[in-house]
Each structure stands twice: as C-alpha cells, then as structure tokens.
C-alpha cells in the first residue's frame, strides 16, 4: 500500500526566503509525482507534474525534483512571499490510478 | 475553456440523511474521481468512474456511492450520513493518459449536524 509523508507539517519563514519542502513515497512503482497547493477551503491548484521519467521539473520560482529510486521528492521556493502562503500537498500517481496524498505542509510567508 | 465544476458549493443536512453531490468534468474528460478530504486526515480516494463504469474504490463503506452519466458528469451519493462524514468533497477529471494530471474542482464542502 503506497503511502505519503511530507515533512514538515507546518513551516513559517520570513519574506524573501528559500525553502524547501519535502515529500517521500513507499512503492517506487509510479507514474508521475505531483505538487498541489491549496488555499483555506479551496479546491487544489496543480503546480508542478513530475513524470517517472524524469528528474525535475521548474515553473517560475517554483522547482521540484524526483529521486523515484529513494522515493523523495522536494519542492524548492525561491523568494518566498506573502502570497506563497498555503498548504502544499505532494501526490503520487500509480497503477491503480487513483492518487495518493501526503497530509501536506502548511506554509506560511510573513511580510 | 472551462475547468471543473462541483454544486453545490455548500451543504448542511442532519445525521441519517442522503447527501448528493455533483461534478461535471472538463469537455473531453471521461474520467471523474472523487476525493473526501476530512479534517485531520487528508484527501483520501474515495471513487474513480470512467466511461460511466465504476473502476475502482478506496476504503470507504457501500454507503458512499455514485454515478457517472452519458455526459460524463458525475453524482456522489453518501447515504445514512454520520457526522465523520463532514467534510470538502473533491472532484478531478482527467483524460485516459497515465501521464496527464487530474484537474480538480472547487469542492462542497458537506456539513452533518
């Protein structure tokens, strides 16, 4: 049964900072990796689509990265801001395919 | 183009009651999926429809059901409610290709009192 751990829970950084967050998987038999955000009492907004055979994947400030061997993923922020606030969900996508999610990270930018 | 789009937004009913829910997938979608997203635990799969057959369920009791019409919308039925099953219910859509993403919509959010 594949199951999903984002490390942290929560995380709060001043503006401007570089962070990252991390996600690990327990089956390596994936098809893609996928990083979400979610704001308070929304649906979920796709940010990056890892492919398992690939090995990153950048959108703006935003880059994610794949090691389906260890089962990790990171996703690295660059420049931190207010609006960056929210929680990040990692989601694996396997043969069943359903997607499994981590419990996220809840990140918060202050001004 | 339009996205997702899930009604209603919002759902109050008290505990025995039957709780419908809806989702219509973006033009072109077969697939819908239903995710449940309680408080403390997490999105977790609830149903995957394609091609108006049910494919596969996540560990959930037969008192949460559904559809999936010719349209490729969807219903979530969720019959004999208990308060537990208070929660953002998700919905995605996505084309037949592993590859791709799931789409997801902007949720109802079910009360049971």
């Known amino acids: 049964k594949q199951e999903v751990t984002q490390i942290p829970a929560a995380l709060s950084v001043p503006e401007g900072e570089n962070l990252v967050l991390n996600c690990s998987f327990t089956?390596?038999?994936?098809?893609?990796l996928q990083w979400f955000r979610q704001d308070p009492g929304k649906g979920l907004t796709s940010l990056l689509l890892?492919?398992?055979?690939?090995r990153e994947q950048t959108s703006g400030r935003l880059n994610a990265s794949l090691d389906k061997s260890s089962g990790r993923s990171t996703l690295y922020i660059a420049a931190s801001q207010p609006g960056d606030s929210a929680t990040y969900l990692c989601a694996v996508r396997g043969g069943s395919e359903k997607l499994v999610f981590g419990k996220g990270t809840k990140l918060t930018v202050n001004p | 183009e339009a996205g997702v789009t899930q009604s209603p937004t919002h759902l109050i009913k008290t505990r025995g009651q039957q709780a419908t829910l809806r989702c219509s997938p973006i033009s072109g979608h077969t697939s819908v999926y239903w995710y449940q997203q309680a408080l403390g635990l997490g999105l977790q799969f609830l149903l995957w429809y394609d091609e108006g057959e049910e494919r596969n369920r996540g560990n959930f009791p037969p008192r949460f059901s559904g559809r999936q019409f010719p349209n490729y919308s969807s219903e979530l039925n969720v019959n004999a409610l208990e308060l537990e099953d208070s929660a953002l219910y998700l919905c995605?859509?996505?084309?037949?290709?592993?590859?791709?993403?799931?789409?997801f919509g902007p949720g109802t959010r079910l009360l049971v009192l």
């Open positions: 089956d390596s038999a994936i098809y893609n």
């Open positions: 995605a859509s996505g084309g037949w290709e592993r590859q791709e993403t799931q789409y």
């Open positions: 890892i492919q398992s055979s690939q």
